[in-house]
Nanobody
Framework: QLQLVESGGGLVQAGGSLILSCAASGRTTSSYTMGWFRQAPGKEREFVARISQSGSRTDYADAVKSRFTNTRDNAKNTVYQQMNSLKPENTAVYCC???????????????????WGQGSKVTVAS
């Protein structure tokens, strides 16, 4: 059974940075698509970013493009999300996602991802 464990959330001042990590266990091969969704208080869950198996392709929501960067270390089965220039509106619970299909998913539908981490809370103070 695949499990995703996130770490790295916390409280940061506006303009600051955080790095989220997502470690996958129970997987024998590297995932073709891993990514992140977030849910802010009182809002719908939304797509944030995704990364391909090799890490050569990444896609980001417009709201975070140029400020967030996804990388991965397949030897450690870990994906990282570097978040820079954080804003109060980035406050949310960030969830790592994974799926079992053998291609890079280019959509933003959360229900397509079978595996979810427990969520990592990020709070950006103004």
């Amino acid at each position: 059974q695949l499990q995703l464990v996130e770490s790295g959330g916390g409280l940061v001042q506006a303009g600051g940075s955080l790095i989220l990590s997502c470690a996958a266990s129970g997987r024998t091969t590297s995932s073709y698509t891993m990514g992140w969704f977030r849910q802010a208080p009182g809002k719908e869950r939304e797509f944030v970013a995704r990364i391909s198996q090799s890490g050569s392709r990444t896609d980001y929501a417009d709201a975070v493009k140029s400020r967030f960067t996804n990388t991965r270390d397949n030897a450690k089965n870990t994906v990282y999300q570097q978040m820079n220039s954080l804003k109060p509106e980035n406050t949310a619970v960030y969830c790592c996602v994974d799926w079992s299909n053998n291609y890079y998913y280019t959509g933003t539908t959360s229900s397509r991802y079978e595996y979810w981490g427990q969520g990592s809370k990020v709070t950006v103070a103004s």
